[in-house]
């Protein structure tokens, strides 16, 4: 394999298995101003692809270990979202080649011997559009992101968390696993409104996004703001106690935090009430029993006096401690029982 080191130009890799091919065309190719690398084969070309992702290929049909539409087809295989343009080289110019060439993905072909000018314009004119095409493609995900995106904290938003636990459920109920949501609500937002103005308060509402995302940092959980001051965090794989310890994990950041809230009637700072569910999922189910199910355990919590989180099914519990203590002791009378 050889290549030029001139990182600012596009990349063009030559998979022929005539050497005297090979260097005729780095010859052209880098006197218009492209890198080149070399591969003689097939499996070369497959390695060096992965290794270099090249802006186009030149590809030969006929190569010692497969013919040049296997290789195509694997290559393309490789980096699919990319879609790295192919430029077939045939000696045959029948419909036989030219097909097998676009059925493997082949963007374009060129017959044997070809004239360089010729050749030269279809380089630069399938790179333009591959470089065009990669632009459409960031420029879609970037406006995909900001759909889902909550502007002012950054988190996923209600459209982003309700298509995330769509998935999800459906997920853990093939696998049969459980999952776990905790809904979370600002103590007296309103009040903290009132009392420092809504600047504050979205300068409040930051800071705890910030918290909370930190809290919960497994890549298959999601922290979306839910509405309002009210936030949610999806736990896939998560059983009733993993979703506990991340609520009292997220209650006890908050309160470290210290926003001061002069006008609490819980605490003089910023504090949080949580609502807990956790499910396997049936086949058929609705998630929408999900939230039924933390949203009752919010209300719950609210009613325990706030600045604490509600596991569902459990008494209102203010301190992982006392959580945990109780665990044990049952596991230990079951033990003694049985």
Same mark, same amino acid.
């Given at each position: 394999?050889?290549?030029?080191?001139?990182?600012?130009?596009?990349?063009?890799?030559?998979?022929?298995?005539?050497?005297?091919?090979?260097?005729?065309?780095?010859?052209?190719?880098?006197?218009?101003?492209?890198?080149?690398? =070399?591969?003689?084969?097939?499996?070369?070309?497959?390695?060096?692809?992965?290794?270099?992702?090249?802006?186009?290929?030149?590809?030969?049909?006929?190569?010692?270990?497969?013919?040049?539409?296997?290789?195509?087809?694997?290559?393309?295989?490789?980096? =699919?979202?990319?879609?790295?343009?192919?430029?077939?080289?045939?000696?045959?110019?029948?419909?036989?080649?030219?097909?097998?060439?676009?059925?493997?993905?082949?963007?374009?072909?060129?017959?044997?011997?070809?004239?360089?000018?010729?050749?030269?314009?279809?380089?630069?004119?399938?790179?333009?559009?591959?470089?065009?095409?990669?632009?459409?493609?960031?420029?879609?995900?970037?406006?995909?992101?900001?759909?889902?995106?909550?502007?002012?904290?950054?988190?996923?938003?209600?459209?982003?968390?309700?298509?995330?636990?769509?998935?999800?459920?459906?997920?853990?109920?093939?696998?049969?696993?459980?999952?776990?949501?905790?809904?979370?609500?600002?103590?007296?937002?309103?009040?903290?409104?009132?009392?420092?103005?809504?600047?504050?308060?979205?300068?409040?509402?930051?800071?705890?996004?910030?918290?909370?995302?930190?809290?919960?940092?497994?890549?298959?959980?999601?922290?979306?703001?839910?509405?309002?001051?009210?936030?949610?965090?999806?736990?896939?794989?998560?059983?009733?106690?993993?979703?506990?310890?991340?609520?009292?994990?997220?209650?006890?950041?908050?309160?470290?935090?210290?926003?001061?809230?002069?006008?609490?009637?819980?605490?003089?700072?910023?504090?949080?009430?949580?609502?807990?569910?956790?499910?396997?999922? =049936?086949?058929?189910?609705?998630?929408?029993?999900?939230?039924?199910?933390?949203?009752?355990?919010?209300?719950?919590?609210?009613?325990?006096?706030?600045?604490?989180?509600?596991?569902?099914?459990?008494?209102?519990?203010?301190?992982?401690?006392?959580?945990?203590?109780?665990?044990?002791?049952?596991?230990?009378?079951?033990?003694?029982?049985?």
């Amino acid at each position: 394999m050889k290549v030029t080191l001139q990182e600012n130009q596009s990349l063009v890799l030559i998979v022929d298995n005539e050497a005297f091919n090979r260097q005729e065309l780095r010859f052209l190719l880098e006197q218009s101003g492209y890198r080149v690398a =070399e591969a003689k084969d097939g499996t070369e070309a497959i390695n060096v692809f992965q290794q270099l992702h090249p802006e186009l290929v030149l590809l030969d049909t006929i190569l010692p270990d497969m013919d040049g539409f296997e290789c195509c087809s694997k290559l393309l295989s490789i980096d =699919e979202n990319k879609h790295t343009p192919v430029l077939m080289i045939t000696e045959f110019e029948n419909t036989e080649s030219i097909e097998n060439g676009f059925r493997a993905g082949a963007t374009d072909y060129i017959i044997k011997p070809f004239y360089w000018p010729v050749l030269g314009f279809r380089v630069r004119r399938l790179i333009e559009e591959s470089q065009l095409h990669q632009k459409l493609v960031a420029a879609n995900l970037e406006l995909q992101r900001l759909v889902t995106i909550d502007f002012l904290t950054q988190l996923a938003n209600r459209r982003r968390f309700e298509e995330y636990m769509d998935h999800e459920w459906r997920r853990m109920a093939r696998l049969q696993q459980p999952v776990s949501l905790i809904l979370l609500d600002v103590d007296f937002f309103k009040s903290y409104n009132d009392t420092y103005g809504h600047q504050s308060g979205d300068r409040a509402l930051i800071e705890i996004a910030k918290v909370i995302q930190n809290v919960v940092q497994r890549p298959a959980d999601l922290v979306a703001r839910y509405g309002g001051e009210e936030f949610a965090v999806i736990l896939p794989e998560t059983d009733a106690l993993g979703a506990a310890h991340v609520a009292q994990r997220i209650c006890s950041a908050i309160r470290r935090l210290a926003i001061p809230h002069i006008n609490s009637q819980v605490s003089s700072h910023v504090t949080l009430s949580a609502g807990l569910a956790t499910l396997i999922p =049936e086949p058929s189910s609705n998630f929408e029993e999900m939230i039924a199910a933390a949203d009752k355990g919010l209300y719950q919590a609210k009613a325990a006096g706030r600045d604490c989180f509600k596991p569902n099914n459990l008494q209102s519990i203010c301190n992982m401690r006392v959580f945990l203590s109780q665990i044990l002791m049952s596991q230990e009378e079951s033990s003694r029982v049985s």
